[in-house]
């Protein structure tokens, strides 16, 4: 079965950089969500697109901004990098209630 | 607030035992709930869900019990064996707006350690 795809699956950047991430959900999943999760957390949502528009937004830095596209593909763009990004970022989704979550991206910033 | 938390960060069985994750959370609007487990690695895996008009909830192995008047969950898992070894997060599903959005707020994590 088509699982949430994610890449790339390992980032290193340095600080002050920006970095995409991108998000393919499982073909007619409709939401897709946004989560991170640092080293030994919990994951922390972030933001959540449904049918292309933004539906909901947790604690998301200004320096990050998300958007869907038309193929429902998602990403997650992420600016002036600091040492406190490193994380695995999670995306899942969505077509009713159970979220599905792909195999993350893991961002290191140096 | 939203908050949902776990009693014990680990846990550590023996094959062949039975393994208790507990799990309190805060928002008694709350009528959707679900056990992730997240292995190494990897992104979280649904395990079982349970709806707040249920108070138990049984698939292959695993058993969530829904307490609501206390506002506890834990999830049971049968005959633990050496593969069931993970981080188990307890989340709760809460829903937004008008477009059927929601979001999940995770508990802490509870790690679970399996001993042959």
């Known amino acids: 079965a088509a699982g949430v795809i994610q890449s790339p699956r390992h980032l290193i950047k340095e600080k002050r950089e920006t970095a995409t991430l991108k998000c393919y959900p499982i073909?007619?999943?409709?939401?897709v969500y946004w989560y991170q999760q640092g080293p030994g957390q919990d994951p922390q949502f972030l933001i959540s697109?449904?049918?292309?528009?933004?539906?909901d937004k947790g604690s998301i830095p200004d320096r990050f901004s998300a958007q869907q596209f038309s193929d429902y593909h998602s990403e997650l763009n992420m600016s002036s990098l600091e040492l406190g990004d490193s994380a695995l970022y999670f995306c899942?989704?969505?077509?009713?209630?159970?979220?599905?979550f792909g195999p993350g991206t893991r961002l290191t910033v140096l | 607030g939203e908050s949902v938390g776990l009693h014990l960060p680990t846990l550590s069985v023996q094959e062949g035992d039975n393994s208790i994750i507990n799990c309190a959370y805060s928002?008694?609007?709350?009528?959707?709930f679900i056990w992730y487990k997240q292995e190494s690695g990897k992104g979280p895996q649904f395990i079982i869900d349970?709806?707040?008009?249920?108070d138990k909830r049984q698939g292959q192995r695993v058993t969530v019990l829904l307490n609501k008047t206390v506002k506890h969950l834990s999830l049971q898992i049968a005959a633990t064996q050496p593969g069931d070894s993970a981080v188990y997060f307890c989340?709760?599903?809460?829903?937004?707006?008008?477009?059927?959005?929601?979001?999940?707020?995770f508990g802490k994590g509870t790690k679970l350690t399996v001993n042959p």
């Open positions: 899942a989704s969505s077509k009713n209630n159970e979220q599905f």
């Open positions: 697109f449904y049918e292309k528009m933004q539906s």
């Open positions: 989340a709760e599903n809460i829903e937004y707006g008008q477009g059927g959005s929601e979001k999940l707020v």
């Open positions: 073909p007619r999943h409709d939401t």
């Open positions: 349970i709806r707040s008009n249920m």
């Open positions: 928002n008694s609007a709350s009528d959707y």
